[in-house]
């Protein structure tokens, strides 16, 4: 049986080795987000490992490595990043944490349902009274929505009071993408982008060249250029190349696991030829999923 500080640090592990690309982490860091004494990290490792439970990594680059049995343990399924299950707080996701498992006390009356969210990653992020939604998840593309009541910070659980349980409408992305978006020329001034985004009222819009898509341009892109005082550079010069897009018959839960695996915020719709037929944003899709679409 592991002890209370057994069960944070082997769960301090494994939050930070999901973020490390692999590389082993080391005991300091883990006193870090603890708060406690490199030395007491160490003494506790030699325990941990006896367990079968942390691998040590030996050499100037070494650290330490929970086993397959630390997440048999803690009850986490060692899962890829494709298959994480996102948070979101305020419409905006929440970086380096994913829910591991969902399980609801009262599923008879959904107004008054409690859903405890088991977490991979620092849930001390997140507050009691913090409006949160949880999902989809990758089979059933379950959403619940809920206020944070309870945090666990040794089992790494959070307690929703939830407000909503639904599951993502089967509904393509075109349904609900902006069609015929406004487009630019590559060699457009960022003073003159600026001008167009802000008299369209739009976030940001695909860049394009005889047809081809170079890249996206997005208010934040011109912002900055602008704080910069690279107003007379072109459009081409601050773009975001290599711009994602989807195929008009993609389905909005896909269009959201691609938004988070990319890390970005709005897609390009192109049809089969591959012309552009509209783009379509986070908030798009959180909307429909809302029922506010």
């Known amino acids: 049986m592991l002890t ?4 944070e640090i082997l769960q ?6 999901r973020n490390s690309e692999g ?5 300091e860091e883990i006193a870090d987000i603890m708060n406690r004494n490199p030395g007491t990290i160490r003494n506790q490792m030699q325990s941990l490992r006896s367990l079968g439970l942390v691998k040590g990594v030996p050499g100037p680059r070494g650290g330490y490595k929970p086993t397959i049995k630390a997440y048999h343990t803690l009850n986490i399924q060692d899962t890829d990043k494709k298959s994480m299950v996102p948070i979101y707080k305020g ?3 929440v970086k380096d944490i994913s829910v591991a498992k969902i399980e609801f006390t009262s599923i008879p009356h959904p107004g008054e349902c409690e859903a405890a969210i088991k ?3 620092n849930i001390k992020i997140l507050d009691l009274g913090d409006k949160i939604r949880v999902g989809p998840t990758p089979v059933n593309k379950l959403v619940v ?5 309870g945090r666990d910070d040794m089992d790494n659980i959070l307690l929703l009071d939830t407000t909503g349980i639904r599951s993502i409408p089967k509904r393509k992305v075109m349904e609900v993408a902006t069609p015929n978006p406004i487009t630019l020329d590559g060699l457009t001034t960022i003073r003159d982008a600026a001008r167009v985004l802000s008299t369209k009222g739009i976030e940001g819009a695909p860049v394009m060249d005889d047809g081809e898509i170079m890249g996206m341009v997005t208010l934040s892109d011109i912002s900055k250029a602008l ?3 690279r107003e007379d550079m072109k459009v081409v010069d601050i773009m975001t190349k290599n711009a994602i897009t989807v195929s008009e018959d993609v389905v909005i839960a896909d269009a959201i696991e691609i938004m988070n695996k990319n890390q ?3 897609l390009i719709v192109v049809d089969k030829p591959g012309n552009v037929i509209g783009i379509v944003t986070r908030t798009d899709l959180l909307d429909k999923i809302a029922g506010l679409k």
Do not use: F, P, T, W
């Open 91 to 93: 419409g905006k996701l």
């Open 145 to 149: 929505d809920g206020v944070v009541v």
């Open 23 to 27: 590389m082993s982490v080391k005991g």
């Open 119 to 121: 977490a991979v990653g």
């Open 4 to 7: 209370s500080v057994q069960k």
């Open 227 to 229: 704080a910069e005082s």
């Open 12 to 17: 301090s592990l494994i939050n930070l080795y």
């Open 264 to 266: 970005i915020g709005r």
